[in-house]
Each structure stands twice: as structure tokens, then as C-alpha cells.
Nanobody
């Protein structure tokens, strides 16, 4: 019954910015880790950034200093602010929630549907 709704993707020129959002709906009590992954064309899915319930963060080396992950626990929403975008950031971006205590599960993992980010040179 938990659903993730992603928004904010699109087409942007190199050097530009985008902000992704992922809102979780349903009866949710706790979300331990919220994260963003991406899958470039023809490549495997990779971690971009993650944030714990205590706001500890991890970033892929390729995005450090350019991307910022944040969360709003009251809204069960995670954000990814992406600045200084590069063509190599082009990918489908997926929201992920891990360690979710909801109405039906004690520690579930959920994925969003994905949102396309395209950075032109």
C-alpha cells in the first residue's frame, strides 16, 4: 500500500540545476534510509546519494560537491538537489526507501518508478 511518486526530472543544459522529489504515500511509521539511484543508458543502476533517519548522508564520488540530498520526515519525502549538471549525469533516477515500517511490513524496501534526467552539452 506504500507508493512512491517521483517528480522533477527533465532536460537541462550542462551547468544547470534540477531538483528531484520523491513522496511516499500510505500508512508509514518509520523510514530508516531514503536514497536516490540512477541508471545511465546501457549501464547498471548505481547509488547516487542516501540519507539516514538521523540525517547522515553518503554520496557517490562523482556527485560530491554538486548534489545534495535532504528529507522531510513529516512529509515522507526525499529530495535531490542537483547543481552543475554534466552530460554524464544523464540517466533514469530512482527513489529508494529502505527499512520501512508500514502498515503491512516491518522492514520493507520500495522503489519509485523512475524519472528521466537528460543533460545536454
Amino acid at each position: 500500500q506504500v507508493q512512491l511518486v517521483e517528480s522533477g526530472g527533465g532536460l537541462v543544459q550542462a551547468g544547470g540545476s534540477l531538483r528531484l522529489s520523491c513522496a511516499a504515500t500510505g500508512t508509514i511509521f518509520v523510514i530508516n534510509v531514503m536514497g536516490w539511484y540512477r541508471q545511465p543508458p546501457g549501464k547498471q543502476r548505481e547509488l547516487v546519494a542516501r540519507i539516514t533517519s538521523r540525517s547522515g548522508t553518503n554520496y557517490a564520488d562523482s556527485v560530491k560537491g554538486r548534489f545534495t540530498i535532504s528529507r522531510d520526515n513529516a512529509k515522507n519525502t526525499v529530495y535531490l538537489q542537483m547543481n552543475s549538471l554534466k552530460p554524464e549525469d544523464t540517466a533514469v533516477y530512482y527513489c529508494n526507501l529502505d527499512g520501512v515500517w508500514d502498515r503491512d511490513n516491518y522492514s520493507a524496501n520500495y522503489w519509485g518508478q523512475g524519472t528521466q534526467v537528460t543533460v545536454s552539452s
